[in-house]
């Protein structure tokens, strides 16, 4: 699915369903974020960590990621209350996204900051939509991108200190193993997400719903 959208392939509708289910990922990142801070009994660490939560839900001077994300999905013609009604985030994507919640709160602070590491790919997934969606998608205004240009800064300062974290309690060749079980199964859940949509929303195979007129 995200090999379709980099190469120009998407209609506008499935790119504003990519909209609505990430959506959901987004308004989570900040939940995990806190599970991870409530976890975390080291205040140099919660008062590095917390900047993540103020990124993303913002704060008196700065509107933060959402804010970002909901202009993005307006460009493309999605309304505020329509993304944050969750209406039609696909079941799979939220229980993915939740599976990523749960593992923060019920897991060590260690062990959530490195599942944090798949940020290691995502400056350059953010560049290549910079570059690519002015040429394949004309119609989104290049202002609705402010989301990607403005996690480049952020993503770089963060995988610095998420790996250095990483890198000193994960030494051992039995906790460098477990890192990578825990690197793995992130990569499970985004990829979970992404299976979802591309079932969805270019094999046309959506999850079965009922609605009060099926009744």
Same mark, same amino acid.
């Given at each position: 699915?995200?090999?379709?959208?980099?190469?120009?392939?998407?209609?506008?509708?499935?790119?504003?369903?990519?909209?609505?289910?990430?959506?959901?990922?987004?308004?989570?990142?900040?939940?995990?974020?806190?599970?991870?801070?409530?976890?975390?009994?080291?205040?140099?660490?919660?008062?590095?960590?917390?900047?993540?939560?103020?990124?993303?839900?913002?704060?008196?001077?700065?509107?933060?990621?959402?804010?970002? !994300?909901?202009? &993005?999905?307006?460009?493309?013609?999605?309304?505020?209350? %329509?993304?944050?009604?969750?209406?039609? /985030?696909?079941? $799979?994507?939220?229980?993915?996204?939740?599976?990523?919640?749960?593992?923060?709160?019920?897991?060590?602070?260690?062990?959530?900051?490195?599942?944090?590491?798949?940020?290691?790919?995502?400056?350059?997934?953010?560049?290549?939509?910079?570059?690519?969606?002015?040429?394949?998608?004309? !119609?989104?205004? &290049?202002?609705?991108?402010?989301?990607?240009?403005?996690? %480049?800064?952020?993503?770089?300062?963060? /995988?610095?200190? $998420?790996?250095?974290?990483?890198?000193?309690?994960?030494?051992?060749?039995?906790?460098?193993?477990?890192?990578?079980?825990?690197?793995?199964?992130?990569?499970?859940?985004?990829?979970?997400?992404?299976?979802?949509?591309?079932?969805?929303?270019?094999?046309?195979?959506?999850?079965?719903?009922?609605?009060?007129?099926?009744?």
């Amino acid at each position: 699915f995200n090999k379709l959208m980099n190469d120009g392939q998407l209609t506008r509708k499935q790119i504003q369903q990519w909209i609505i289910n990430r959506f959901y990922y987004q308004v989570n990142i900040p939940v995990k974020d806190a599970a991870i801070l409530s976890n975390c009994p080291i205040r140099e660490i919660r008062r590095e960590w917390v900047k993540r939560i103020i990124e993303h839900d913002g704060d008196v001077i700065n509107p933060g990621g959402i804010e970002a !994300w909901l202009a &993005l999905g307006e460009a493309c013609g999605l309304t505020s209350d %329509l993304l944050w009604s969750m209406k039609y /985030v696909l079941p $799979g994507v939220r229980f993915a996204v939740d599976a990523y919640v749960h593992f923060a709160r019920t897991s060590t602070w260690q062990a959530s900051v490195c599942s944090s590491l798949t940020e290691l790919f995502a400056p350059e997934i953010h560049r290549q939509r910079l570059t690519n969606w002015p040429t394949h998608y004309p !119609w989104i205004d &290049l202002k609705a991108l402010a989301y990607f240009r403005g996690r %480049l800064d952020q993503i770089n300062h963060h /995988v610095t200190k $998420g790996l250095q974290l990483t890198l000193e309690n994960f030494q051992t060749q039995e906790q460098q193993t477990q890192a990578l079980a825990i690197l793995t199964l992130k990569l499970e859940i985004l990829w979970g997400i992404s299976d979802n949509l591309y079932l969805a929303y270019v094999l046309d195979q959506p999850p079965i719903t009922f609605s009060k007129d099926d009744t």
